[in-house]
């Protein structure tokens, strides 16, 4: 299994990035899959998270109204549109496929990918 994130990038506040997560190596349609974030010196945190069908999605609270997240069954591939970027959103970001359990939780998800990195100046 394989989940190859990119996207990130430098970007000055109040600017957008959009992230991508390309999947390769599991049955993508049946996967809910969510994005979590690491900022240096902190706990990797949750940020969003999107149902396998795309009908349902979660966010953080601390995301909500300027991230969007979103998934393409036929090219395996999520995304997450970020809008209105602080500073406070530097971090890296990471995207996973969801085991089972809860979309909250990094220990419900079972396969990551490497990362990229946002680094949003003020």
């Known amino acids: 299994v394989q989940l190859q994130a990119c996207g990130g990038g430098l970007v000055q506040a109040g600017g957008s990035l959009r992230l991508s997560c390309a999947a390769s190596?599991?049955?993508?349609?049946?996967?809910?899959m969510g994005w979590f974030r690491q900022a240096p010196g902190k706990e990797r945190e949750f940020v969003a998270a999107i149902s396998w069908s795309g009908g349902t999605t979660y966010y953080a609270d601390s995301v909500k109204g300027r991230f969007t997240i979103s998934r393409d069954n036929a090219k395996n591939t999520v995304y997450m549109q970020m809008n209105s970027l602080k500073s406070d959103d530097t971090a890296v970001y990471y995207c996973?496929?969801?085991?089972?359990?809860?979309?909250?939780?990094?220990?419900?998800?079972?396969?990551w990918g490497q990362g990229t990195l946002v680094t949003v100046s003020s």
């Open positions: 190596g599991l049955t993508f349609s049946t996967y809910g």
């Open positions: 996973a496929a969801r085991y089972s359990g809860t979309y909250f939780q990094a220990r419900d998800y079972g396969y």
